[in-house]
């Protein structure tokens, strides 16, 4: 197995990412609030199956990547640009696989959608296709609740203010929050947080919620147009059991016939929001069978 460090770059940005092993590439996006040390346990796991693993910084979580305090170049559907100029990149003319959790498993879904070629599977964890979160919001309005803090970040100043307060303190109550009873480890929320400190992060990773809630943008116009359009990404989703962010009912309102080459749910009991952290070895089986399966 080989361990390293690699940089992808889009346009003029620049982004850093680990990666571990060889043979067909297996492209892991983080979340928030995470970085691409959340997928410590999986790159090893997947370079011992034969793959070559890798987990980039993504937009904005890093001063090389973040350009202009622009917005709008932090919506969804821009970062999906970013991953499919990676599965370029890194395929070298073959499709990959995709893994997304959180942010990752929303930009994995719009990438699948805007150029399915380039994937041949996707594994999405935490995060359930949007056209079932709409129909799960109204079903479990329990969701609004668990959602309040998208609108809290909407609070430009004041929000950023309040996140790093106390050592960014509100970053631990959102672990805790989400993933109930889970002892992470203490210097992996020491690396998160040296992450976040650095220049413009925070900004950066708040403005993936004001682009996305942004009803104005042209982007935000077209993901409305795509919410229900089929996928023809063979899809694996992920959800814990004890998720305080995303309700895990609402992955029980997929519109299966959508994922026009299949879609298979896993609910882990036992485990929340950062289901791929709290249980490794059950979820690093799930991904290695999942992408045999896929090969």
């Given at each position: 197995?080989?361990?390293?460090?690699?940089?992808?770059?889009?346009?003029?940005?620049?982004f850093s990412a680990l990666s571990s092993g060889t043979g067909e590439t297996v492209l892991c996006l983080h979340g928030f609030p995470d970085h691409a040390r959340?997928?410590?346990?999986?790159?090893?796991?997947?370079?011992?199956?034969?793959?070559?693993?890798?987990?980039?910084?993504?937009?904005?979580?890093?001063?090389?990547?973040?350009?202009?305090?622009?917005?709008?170049?932090?919506?969804?559907?821009?970062?999906?640009?970013?991953?499919?100029?990676?599965?370029?990149?890194?395929?070298?003319?073959?499709?990959?696989?995709?893994?997304?959790?959180?942010?990752?498993?929303?930009?994995?879904?719009?990438?699948?959608l805007l150029a399915p070629e380039l994937f041949r599977s996707a594994t999405t964890i935490a995060v359930p296709p949007i056209h079932a979160f709409e129909v799960?919001?109204?079903?479990?309005?329990?969701?609004?609740?668990?959602?309040?803090?998208?609108?809290?970040?909407?609070?430009?100043?004041?929000?950023?203010?309040?996140?790093?307060?106390?050592?960014?303190?509100?970053?631990?109550?959102?672990?805790?929050?989400?993933?109930?009873?889970?002892?992470?480890?203490?210097?992996?929320?020491?690396?998160?947080?040296?992450?976040?400190?650095?220049?413009?992060?925070?900004?950066?990773?708040?403005?993936?919620?004001?682009?996305?809630?942004?009803?104005?943008?042209?982007?935000?116009?077209?993901?409305?147009?795509?919410?229900?359009?089929?996928?023809?990404?063979?899809?694996?989703?992920?959800?814990?059991?004890?998720?305080?962010?995303?309700?895990?009912?609402?992955?029980?309102?997929?519109?299966?016939s959508l994922f026009l080459n299949g879609y298979e749910m896993a609910r882990i009991e036992g485990a929340g929001h950062f289901v791929h952290q709290e249980k490794?070895?059950?979820?690093?089986?799930?991904?290695?069978?999942?992408?045999?399966?896929?090969?």
């Open positions: 197995m080989t361990k390293s460090e690699l940089e992808l770059t889009v346009g003029d940005h620049r959340s997928y410590r346990h999986q790159l090893p796991a997947l370079a011992d199956a034969g793959y070559r693993a890798v987990s980039p910084t993504l937009r904005g979580y890093e001063p090389s990547s973040q350009g202009r305090r622009h917005v709008p170049e932090y919506h969804p559907l821009q970062l999906a640009a970013d991953a499919i100029e990676w599965a370029r990149e890194l395929g070298g003319g073959e499709p990959i696989h995709l893994i997304g959790h959180d942010w990752g498993a929303l930009v994995a879904y719009n990438a699948c799960g919001i109204r079903r479990y309005p329990v969701q609004l609740r668990n959602s309040w803090y998208t609108i809290f970040f909407q609070l430009r100043g004041l929000a950023d203010a309040v996140v790093a307060a106390r050592d960014y303190a509100f970053i631990e109550k959102l672990w805790r929050d989400w993933s109930p009873g889970w002892a992470w480890e203490p210097e992996e929320m020491t690396s998160l947080k040296d992450t976040l400190r650095q220049p413009g992060v925070l900004w950066s990773a708040l403005a993936y919620y004001r682009a996305t809630l942004n009803p104005f943008l042209a982007d935000s116009r077209r993901s409305s147009e795509m919410i229900r359009q089929p996928n023809s990404v063979p899809t694996l989703a992920i959800t814990g059991a004890l998720d305080g962010c995303m309700d895990t009912r609402i992955y029980d309102c997929v519109d299966q490794p070895d059950e979820i690093n089986r799930l991904l290695i069978a999942w992408l045999a399966k896929h090969d």
